[in-house]
């Protein structure tokens, strides 16, 4: 509004004064006259003070947040005043203005809560009105285009930034899920709750800016509604909001994570927000909680079934405030609450006694004075360890809810946050449908990026403040418990939430810990979104020692995604890339990564990605100048004869390959031949695979002639057999073709499969020994067999 005033939008305005309450509340009763403060507040109005009581119905003043004020209209409370220049506290001076006895021709707009109202007494106002939302799903929708597609947003690191059709395309499934997900629509009503949708998707699906975090972004949109704002001003305890909302919002949260439920009842909330009070204060709180407060966290349920119920306004806020109901310590048994009232009777008491006795025991000697002298100081030591064991079972539940075995082949918790907002693409569940089992997946998640350094000084904030003592021994009972769950095999989805705990809890050292037994990073099928690549990149890219194996299988990566991981991949051992339609311009990221002098990868597997001919030339130049690979696998990656014969006229620069695999690459004799005589001719290659490529019978006999040879130490795969023997390697021809059924040309490959199948019985009509012939009859069953799942003639 103050905008539009001086854009020139409000003309019948020709002087706008907006005053933050909390600001005039933070003043005290210092007096003060309303010059003064105008003055104080914009230097540069200073010239036309005198001006203002001229101004008449031109001036208008804007108050907001009047809870903050505790304002006494009663004439003994408050004097009159109408002489602006006169010295009065600026409560007087803001009860005097709507009194209208100062300046009485000037407008005044006052923006409060709710449960402040009547603390303006209604013959004072004019006109009242109540923001609830947006009234329009077109507005929303009108809001979302205009947030998700402005051009500073996105932005991540390294100025990379989601490009204007993946802007467009949220947009879109954002569109369609409002318009089918009413709840979603419901939560939206309120224009916060947009905002946090759109930075939500945000850090989805645009790079991350460093340290940027789920939990972060929700703690920050708290403290963006509530800041540090008191439930009531005028109550003495000064209790923050966010506080209240985390003991009672909290608890219904927890109960329902506690017991896998996510809609409630009116007696399940009522319970909630009336357990303990005792006084009229107490119920006074409640009073202003519920008027101002409880619809921004609960919302009535809209989904049929489950309608007279209620929902938390988004599923996650939820799982946040049972995470921050736990790391607050607000849950405690019956047991901690009376020992707590013991241990602190017996800590004043106790050191007024233990003077006592040791006077007598001095003077008097009395044997059973020592030994009570010695069981007052135990009542401490016992409560500790109650409140320890406490903090221990709750690292147990979140750990076991982070490993739950029911969850393990679900959508990684990044996905399911994703299709929460956006939906999910193809067909939606039946009605009828028996409903799946509620996941909770997050709530380990926001616990540990609460426990953070930057969440909990927010927190404080906020007046829900974590002392670092209770953070320490938290983090330490969670990691006990990680480090013995934390050591299992995991599916690749839970994998990734593991390694998504440790992003949001935003310590390194811990992580290192926990995570130091781990040798295999298995993530095979996971849809590596650059979130998700910063996520691994952070919390594995600084760990000291080596990973086994690195398999990152079929996860749509990226060059840009290459880039993040990279400080992962300088740690593998073994690197699995395949199913990653990688092109020509990823090579130059490989080959950065084999030129790099702390590259210790042995095994590099590049099979089924489009790497063509222009990806090998950069690849030889990383092969070239790399002393630690010893097995390429180039498989399917369209390198055709061009490709072929770059790797025949660079081989030789490298001296430590010891396998290469280049089957099903379109080449053609002259290519696999010079190829091969490369190979024959390396000091240290062992095998090379040349199956399934165009080779005529006649360069399949010369290549086995070659292999036969005495000079050199490669040997040749180009076919099932050897002569008229079964080829060793003829397991893993055939367990290539199996894996990639899916996903080659299968005309193609049926192709070369009744070429192998007609070879294999030509070998078995030549030879005579039983034995040879049971072999090839064997493998000749592998053959048809997979010729009918191709649907060829399999006998």
């Known amino acids: 509004m103050v905008l539009d005033w001086c854009y020139g939008r409000l003309p019948a305005f020709k002087l706008l004064i907006p005053f933050s309450c909390e600001d005039l509340s933070s003043l005290g009763p210092a007096p003060a006259s309303l010059f003064q403060l105008v003055a104080q507040r914009y230097t540069p109005l200073k010239e036309i003070l005198p001006l203002m009581a001229a101004a008449g119905s031109c001036l208008l003043f804007v108050l907001h947040g009047l809870e903050h004020l505790n304002l006494d209209f009663r004439l003994a409370g408050t004097g009159l005043c109408s002489d602006p220049e006169e010295l009065e506290a600026p409560a007087a001076i803001i009860v005097n203005l709507l009194r209208k006895y100062m300046l009485p021709e000037a407008s005044i707009l006052v923006t409060t809560r709710p449960s402040a109202i009547g603390r303006i007494p209604s013959k004072y106002v004019g006109r009242y009105g109540e923001i609830c939302g947006f009234s329009d799903t077109n507005l929303q929708k009108l809001y979302f285009q205009l947030r998700l597609n402005q051009p500073d947003c996105g932005h991540g690191a390294g100025g990379v ?7 467009d395309h949220l947009v879109q499934m954002l569109s369609r899920n409002l318009e089918g997900h009413h709840q979603i629509t419901a939560a939206c009503f309120l224009p916060s709750y947009c905002w946090l949708v759109c930075a939500t998707l945000h850090f989805l699906h645009a790079p991350t800016p460093p340290g940027q975090t789920l939990t972060s972004i929700y703690t920050s949109f708290l403290h963006l509604n509530f800041s540090g704002e008191m439930l009531d001003s005028t109550d003495p305890s000064k209790l ?112 007024d006694v233990s003077l006592v006795l040791g006077i007598m025991a001095k003077l008097l000697p009395l044997r059973a004075l020592p030994l009570l002298f010695n069981l007052l100081k135990v ?65 380990p998640m ?38 013995k769950l934390g050591r299992q095999v995991l599916p690749p989805s839970e994998l990734l ?14 992580s290192a810990e926990v995570l130091g037994s781990l040798r295999q990073l298995s993530l095979a099928g996971v849809c590596m979104t650059p979130l998700k690549c910063t996520v691994v990149a952070a919390v594995l890219g600084s760990g000291r020692h080596a990973l086994d194996e690195v398999n990152l299988a079929s996860c749509q990566l990226d060059p840009a995604g290459l880039r993040t991981l990279r400080p992962v991949f300088l740690r593998a051992r073994k690197l699995g890339l395949q ?65 072929l014969e770059l790797l025949a006229a660079q081989l030789d620069r490298n001296q430590q390959l010891q396998e290469l695999n280049v089957a099903y690459n379109g080449a053609g004799d002259t290519a ?55 080829s060793e390697y003829w397991s893993v021809i055939l367990g290539e073709v199996q894996r990639n059924l899916n996903s080659w040309d299968r005309g193609r490959v049926r192709r070369h499969l009744e070429l192998l199948l007609r070879d294999l019985e030509d070998n078995r009509g030549a030879t005579l020994n039983p034995w040879r012939k049971a072999q090839l009859l064997r493998v000749e069953g592998e053959v048809r067999a997979l010729l009918e799942q191709l649907g060829g003639p399999g006998g």
């Open 161 to 167: 930034s989601a490009t204007p059709a993946q802007r």
């Open 240 to 351: 923050s909001l966010m506080a209240y909302a985390a003991r009672t919002m909290g608890k219904l949260a927890y109960e329902g994570v506690s017991s896998r439920k996510t809609y409630f009842s009116e007696e399940d909330v009522r319970g909630c927000l009336e357990a303990g009070i005792q006084t009229e204060e107490e119920f006074q709180l409640l009073h202003v909680f519920r008027r101002d407060a409880l619809r921004f966290f609960l919302a009535p349920c809209v989904e049929p079934g489950h309608l007279g119920t209620f929902v938390f306004t988004v599923p996650a806020m939820q799982e946040y405030l049972a995470a921050l109901y736990i790391v607050l310590g607000l849950r405690k048994t019956t047991l901690q609450r009376v020992g707590k009232e013991v241990a602190e009777l017996v800590g004043r008491v106790g050191e």
């Open 579 to 643: 199913l990653n339609s990688l092109g020509p311009e990823a090579c130059r990221d490989l080959r950065d990564l084999l030129l790099h002098d702390q590259c210790q990868v042995t095994t590099l597997r590049l099979s089924n990605n489009p790497l063509t001919a222009a990806g090998v030339a950069l690849l030889v130049e990383g092969l070239a100048g790399n002393t630690s690979l010893k097995h390429l696998s180039l498989l399917h990656t369209g390198l055709g004869d061009e490709g």
């Open 497 to 510: 939430d593991h390694l998504f705990f440790h992003y949001e809890f935003q310590n390194q050292r811990f």
């Open 379 to 443: 009542v401490p030591r016992v409560f500790g360890r109650v409140v320890g064991k406490s903090r221990e079972a709750v690292a147990q539940a979140m750990v076991l809810e982070m490993f739950r075995e029911e969850d393990y082949y679900n959508d990684d918790v990044l996905d399911q946050m994703g299709a929460s907002i956006l939906g999910v693409e193809g067909p939606r569940r039946h009605p009828d449908e028996p409903t799946e089992d509620e996941v909770f997946e997050l709530f």
């Open 446 to 483: 926001f616990m540990g990026g609460l426990l953070s350094a930057h969440n909990r000084v927010v927190l404080a904030q906020l007046g829900c403040p974590i002392k670092t003592l209770d953070a320490v021994e938290n983090a330490q009972a969670i990691k006990k418990k990680l480090g």
């Open 672 to 726: 696999a031949l010079a190829l091969a005589k490369a190979a024959r001719e390396h000091p240290s290659l062992e095998l090379l695979h040349l199956y399934f490529n165009e080779l005529s019978s006649e360069c399949c006999q010369a290549l086995r002639d070659l292999g036969s040879t005495p000079e050199g130490s490669a040997r040749v795969v180009v076919s099932l057999t050897e002569g008229t023997a079964v």
